[in-house]
């Protein structure tokens, strides 16, 4: 089982971007997928999670900006990103949190290489 991210690119001030995880293989459960990122020098932060119920939590930046969805088979998770803005600028990693099979002991993360945002200033 893997994720794939795409989407990712440059985006003048003001852009948009879509950005798509999708993952390969099926497993038993999905607990919640989501959206973190990590600029440069910065650690790695929470842009949105999602579970398959619809409960999500999300950054304050993300407030009228970033939308995230997850697709009826629970394989993709997406991010729309609007009005970018260049602190916006960071590698954004896809999370999926999952349980493999049945007999599975909980739940693991799973994430993606990570997909670039760049916003110049």
């Known amino acids: 089982v893997r994720l794939l991210e795409s989407g990712g690119g440059f985006v003048q001030p003001g852009g948009s971007l879509k950005l798509s995880c999708s993952r390969s293989?099926?497993?038993?459960?999905?607990?919640?997928m989501g959206w973190y990122r990590q600029a440069r020098g910065k650690e790695r932060e929470l842009v949105a999670t999602l579970t398959p119920r619809g409960d999500t939590i999300s950054a304050e930046f993300v407030k009228g900006r970033f939308t995230i969805s997850m697709d009826d088979a629970k394989t993709t998770v997406t991010l729309q990103v609007n009005h970018l803005r260049p602190e916006d600028a960071a590698v954004y990693y896809c999370l999926q949190e999952i349980q493999y099979s049945k007999v599975s002991y909980g739940y693991i993360e799973l994430w993606g290489r990570g997909t670039p945002v760049i916003v110049p200033s």
């Open positions: 293989g099926s497993v038993y459960s999905v607990k919640r």
